[in-house]
């Protein structure tokens, strides 16, 4: 089977590329597969070698005469039989139904969010903001945008693939479909298989984020400041970048809150390996992937009930803790049991580390091929 890859961005350090990165990986044992992108970020071992990349010519724009002949030309000479479109709410969606279209080609559109998410981008920021009193002033109108860009996309697919099941009736109800109609799926996000998760543990607390607003990384920093002090033994640990860091490190220094460490961009997994608890406090999520890899390595989490299909991750008390949504003085009351209690931490620990192993990539990828019509002999 020729699988084309259609990508805003590939390679990159998103969760979207780090995925595609992994399931490629699985699928190209046994298909052709190919990558076609717009945005390219540069980095050690972003990309896959032995897959073929194709770029778009005009990188900095979506639709235009050019990428559309580019791609048709791609889609013409492999002879692709299925498109998979890694959604990432990029405006590029025409090229891949109209090639899906003219010829004949299956598409499978994969949205990488949850499917409300713009909901929770409305009040993203203060309304004395001027973004925010955009984002509120505008809300009708770009949720309208996003209702009927989402229609368009189900008209022009073969398979709509959701996230978590928990999103399927979010979905229906937003656009207006029945929950039945068979045209939506899902299929969770896929982690590598774990070498080992037995290294020992310190007494660290981890975030592993990209520094943006939406992950409410200051909210977290709030919570430490009232922790802090009954962990006084304990750190704070923070691996990823983005636009808020400065904001985030002034307010380290400012609020003087200690023990706080900012690691930048670098490879989470010996963080996970390393760290008892794991916080999570985003406004909005579509899987959480982060998440599941600190449980892989026995890092147990802690987390705002924010988005749905947390629950399809994590068993409440069992493999970790989901806490009402700003609810601070919960969240901080579990974190505190688990540090007071090494016995229940370590029980929570082995439990997640159970639990990741559902999402190992073998077990996903069952649901791939039998998406895409794939013998599992092949």
Request: hydrophobic share 40%; aromatic share 10%; charged share 25%.
């Amino acid at each position: 089977m020729n699988i084309l890859f259609y990508m805003t961005r590939y390679p990159g350090w998103g969760g979207i590329e780090n995925v595609t990165s992994l399931i490629v990986s699985e699928l190209s044992k046994t298909e052709n597969v190919f990558i076609l992108s717009h945005l390219q970020q540069t980095g050690q071992d972003l990309s896959l070698s032995d897959i073929t990349l194709y770029e778009m010519p005009d990188k900095d724009k979506w639709v235009t005469p050019a990428n559309c002949r580019f791609a048709e030309k791609i889609v013409v000479d492999h002879s692709i039989d299925a498109i998979i479109y890694q959604d990432s709410y990029a405006s590029t969606e025409k090229i891949v139904c109209e090639l899906a279209s003219k010829l004949s080609i299956k598409l499978f559109v994969f949205e990488h969010n949850s499917p409300l998410y713009i909901y929770n981008k409305r009040d993203l920021d203060p309304i004395t903001t001027i973004k925010g009193f955009l984002r509120r002033v505008l809300h009708k109108y770009l949720l309208n945008k996003e209702i009927e860009r989402k229609k368009y996309l189900l008209s022009h697919c073969k398979k709509y693939v959701l996230l978590s099941e928990k999103f399927v009736p979010e979905f229906c109800q937003l656009i207006g479909v029945n929950n039945s109609d068979n045209r939506i799926t899902y299929i969770n996000n896929p982690i590598q298989v774990s070498i080992n998760h037995k290294v020992k543990k310190e007494n660290l607390i981890l975030c592993v984020s990209r520094l943006a607003k939406e992950k409410r990384v200051d909210v977290m920093l709030d919570m430490w400041k009232l922790a802090c002090e009954q962990l006084s033994n304990w750190r704070f640990v923070i691996v990823g970048d983005g636009m808020e860091r400065d904001k985030l490190q002034s307010k380290v220094e400012k609020e003087s809150i200690p023990r706080v460490e900012f690691m930048g961009f670098t490879n989470p997994i010996p963080y996970y390996q390393r760290s008892k608890i794991f916080w999570m406090t985003s406004k909005f999520e579509g899987w959480g992937l982060t998440l599941v890899e600190a449980m892989q390595q026995g890092c147990v989490p802690v987390v705002w009930h924010s988005f749905s299909s947390l629950t399809d991750i994590i068993d409440n008390g069992i493999s970790g803790g989901v806490v009402p949504n700003n609810d601070t003085s919960s969240f901080l009351s579990f974190v505190m049991t688990l540090a007071n209690n090494t016995e229940l931490l370590d029980q929570m620990s082995n439990s997640a580390f159970e639990k990741a192993k559902s999402f190992e990539i073998e077990n996903i990828m069952e649901k791939w091929k039998k998406l895409l019509g794939i013998s599992f002999e092949s």
